[in-house]
C-alpha cells in the first residue's frame, strides 16, 4: 500500500465547472498536508497547505482535510484552462516524513 | 518568501562528461534538500535526501557513486552526474524543506540535462 495515493486521471472537466480532486493516506499520525500544481515541463509549485480538519479556502481553490477518513481534497470553482496541470497532494507522516502522491492530471476544457 | 534556485536551468553535454547541479534556498535556510528526476510524462522520483554537513541518504537503486551530492551548507546542495550517459537525460528538480510560513518542501525550477 502507498502512503499517499491519487487517482492518476486525467480528470476533465469543462471550464467553469468545479473540479474535484483526492487523496487518500495511510499513516494516522500525519498532521501536515499540501497541495501542489506542476505544469508539464515545469516543477511543481505550492499552492495549498492545510494542518486542520474542515475546510480551508484561497481564492478558488478549497482544500478539505478529514482525518478521521485520513482523505484529503482540493475543490477549484470556476475552473479555467489555465488550472490544467497535474496536481500532486503531499503528506508529512507522524515520522516527519515526506509523501507524494504520484498526481492527478487534470483537463479544463474551454 | 521561501525562493529556491537551480543552475544551470538545461544542460547539454557529450558521453562520458560528469555535470554539476546547484541548488539554492535563496531567502530561508533548507533544514534538508532533495534531488528528484523526472521522465516525461512520468510521476516525480526521489533520488536522494541530504542534511547539511551529513552524507546523503539514496533512495533504493540510485547509485550514489554516480550521481553525487554536497550538502556544503543550509542553503546549498550540489548534484554531479558522474560519467553522464544518455539513459541520464532527465528533468533533475531539487527541492528544500523550510521556510518562514510553512515546513514544507519548495522546489526549485529544474534542470533538463541532455547527454548525447
Known amino acids: 500500500q502507498k502512503e499517499v495515493e491519487q487517482n492518476s486521471g486525467p480528470l476533465s472537466v469543462p471550464e467553469g465547472a468545479i473540479a474535484s480532486l483526492n487523496c487518500t493516506y495511510s499513516?494516522?499520525?500525519?498532521?501536515?498536508f499540501f497541495w501542489y500544481r506542476q505544469y508539464s515541463g515545469k516543477s511543481p509549485e505550492l499552492i495549498m497547505f492545510?494542518?486542520?480538519?474542515g475546510d480551508k479556502e484561497d481564492g478558488r481553490f478549497t482544500a478539505q482535510l478529514n482525518k478521521a477518513s485520513q482523505y484529503v481534497s482540493l475543490l477549484i470553482r470556476d475552473s479555467q484552462p489555465s488550472d490544467s496541470a497535474t496536481y500532486l497532494c503531499?503528506?508529512?507522516?507522524?515520522?516527519?516524513?515526506?509523501?507524494f502522491g504520484s498526481g492527478t492530471k487534470l483537463n479544463v476544457k474551454p | 518568501g521561501a525562493v529556491v534556485s537551480q543552475h544551470p536551468s538545461w544542460v547539454i553535454c557529450k558521453s562520458g562528461t560528469s555535470v554539476k547541479i546547484e541548488c539554492r534556498s535563496l531567502?530561508?535556510?533548507?533544514?534538508?534538500m532533495f534531488w528528484y528526476r523526472q521522465f516525461p510524462k512520468q510521476s516525480l522520483m526521489l533520488m536522494a535526501t541530504?542534511?547539511?554537513?551529513?552524507?546523503?541518504?539514496?533512495e533504493q537503486g540510485v547509485e550514489k557513486d554516480k550521481f553525487l551530492i554536497n550538502h556544503a551548507s543550509l542553503t546549498l546542495s550540489t548534484l554531479t552526474v558522474t560519467s553522464a550517459h544518455p539513459e541520464d537525460s532527465s528533468f533533475y528538480i531539487c527541492?528544500?524543506?523550510?521556510?518562514?510560513?510553512?515546513?514544507?518542501?519548495?522546489f526549485g525550477p529544474g534542470t533538463r540535462l541532455t547527454v548525447l
Open positions: 527541492s528544500a524543506r523550510g521556510g518562514r510560513v510553512t515546513d514544507t518542501q519548495y
Open positions: 499513516d494516522r499520525g500525519s498532521q501536515s
Open positions: 492545510i494542518y486542520s480538519n
Open positions: 503531499a503528506v508529512i507522516s507522524g515520522f516527519n516524513k515526506f509523501y
Open positions: 531567502d530561508f535556510q533548507a533544514t534538508t
Open positions: 541530504s542534511n547539511e554537513g551529513s552524507k546523503a541518504t539514496y
